[in-house]
């Protein structure tokens, strides 16, 4: 059989073109990712660690995927350059205590839609990570495309973060002007091994159940934002994290003074108007 020299070449580097070819990336909380990276939850399904896998189970118990878990990459938080990406400006609060933390909730009134779209995407949510920082659970408001889904408009999902693995559910599509009530709960623990439960509260579909996880301390308010190209990019006005309350396992109120982040090159600030952790409330204004 005969073959012209421009198949035989063609042959050879069409293997060679695929090795070359960069991965697909997705924008999730946290910043682009590679698509085989991330895994949307079954409706109803939850995940769960066994040693150094994370398993996703379906709605009838039965599962459907063992994710390895890697290394979770530095994050990008509040970096000094004009139009910067990712976490923009923030709350924080770490629990030292003995006790962990056994609920983080907080209402928010989702943004007007901004008045350009330049393709960008907007995070706004609470979460909690570990001391390690290696992952992080989140009720997560966006703008904008991310691995979940979206768009040019609002919309809502669960996720949590850990190592190189991205877990979610689907965007459920929101109102400006709709109340949100973001909340992480701890259900039970064992040893070192700690369950929780995040959700938007009032949002069917977005309920996120993950079992065997490490101990969350850092509890976060949090703006962030990538392929930001103008202000205007930004929902106009600010966005009040009112109704905050943290409470502890041992039935105890963490005194707490919330840490602040700010984005001086833009002027996207993070204001504490009532501190501490009853009906606590935040300010970040755009």
């Not at 066994?50 to 979770?72: L, Y």
């Not at 999902?157 to 693995?165: E, F, K, P």
């Not at 559910?169 to 002007?177: C, D, E, H, I, Y």
């Not at 990538?226 to 005194?255: M, Q, R, W």
Request: aromatic content about 8%; proline content about 6%; charged content about 5%.
């Amino acid at each position: 059989m005969r073959y012209s020299l421009a198949l035989l070449v063609s042959a050879v580097l069409a293997p060679l073109s695929a090795l070359a070819a960069p991965a697909a990336t997705v924008i999730v909380p946290g910043g682009p990712k590679a698509a085989a990276d991330v895994h949307q939850i079954p409706a109803g399904g939850r995940i769960a660690h066994v040693n150094d896998q994370v398993h996703v189970f379906d709605a009838a118990g039965s599962i459907v995927k063992k994710v390895s878990v890697g290394v979770r990459p530095t994050p990008v938080r509040n970096a000094v350059a004009p139009l910067q990406t990712g976490w923009i400006t923030y709350a924080s609060w770490l629990n030292q205590g003995s006790s962990p933390i056994s609920s983080f909730t907080t209402t928010w009134t989702v943004p007007p839609v901004p008045a350009t779209n330049h393709g960008q995407t907007i995070f706004l949510f609470n979460s909690i990570e570990p001391n390690s920082g290696d992952a992080i659970i989140q009720p997560v408001l966006q703008y904008g495309p991310s691995a979940a889904g979206g768009g040019s408009f609002w919309g809502v999902a669960s996720w949590y973060l850990v190592g190189n693995s991205v877990f979610n559910t689907a965007v459920t599509r929101v109102s400006a002007g709709q109340t949100l009530n973001g909340v992480i709960t701890l259900t039970s623990q064992s040893g070192s091994s700690f369950n929780y439960v995040t959700s938007f509260s009032n949002i069917a579909g977005t309920s996120l159940t993950v079992t065997g996880a490490a101990q969350l301390t850092w509890a976060t308010e949090t703006l962030e934002a990538y392929a930001v190209t103008a202000i205007s990019d930004y929902p106009a006005g600010s966005t009040k994290f009112s109704g905050i309350n943290l409470k502890l396992a041992n039935g105890a109120t963490p005194s707490i003074s919330w840490s602040t982040a700010q984005d001086s090159a833009e002027g996207l600030t993070t204001t504490v108007n009532t501190n501490g952790a009853t009906n606590a409330v935040i300010t970040i204004k755009y």
